[in-house]
């Protein structure tokens, strides 16, 4: 895949580096489904993996642990 073609984002926190990068696959599934040439978009969600980022307004439940560190948790922790 050519670099010019890839998009990297490291600004804020995977939660909002997702939000902005679904925007962005978004416009270029527009642009790309005119174009008439077949074409192939990848995202990868990076919220959804260790460390975990998410939205104050998307907390279902609100008693997870917090910093959770996968590496040291305990079946006790969950």
């Known amino acids: 895949m050519p ?3 890839l998009t990297s984002d490291s ?6 580096r997702d939000q ?3 925007k962005r ?3 270029s599934l527009e642009e790309e489904s ?3 040439k077949p074409f192939f978009n990848f995202m990868f969600f990076e919220s959804c993996h260790h460390p ?3 939205p104050e307004e998307a907390t279902f439940y609100k008693d997870y642990i ?3 560190n996968a590496v040291n948790a305990t ?3 969950g």
């Open 52 to 54: 975990y980022s998410f």
């Open 34 to 36: 005119t174009s008439g």
């Open 25 to 27: 696959l978004l416009k």
């Open 11 to 16: 600004d804020g926190l995977s939660f909002e």
């Open 20 to 22: 902005r990068n679904v």
């Open 3 to 5: 670099k010019k073609d």
């Open 66 to 68: 917090e910093p959770f």
């Open 75 to 77: 079946a006790a922790q």
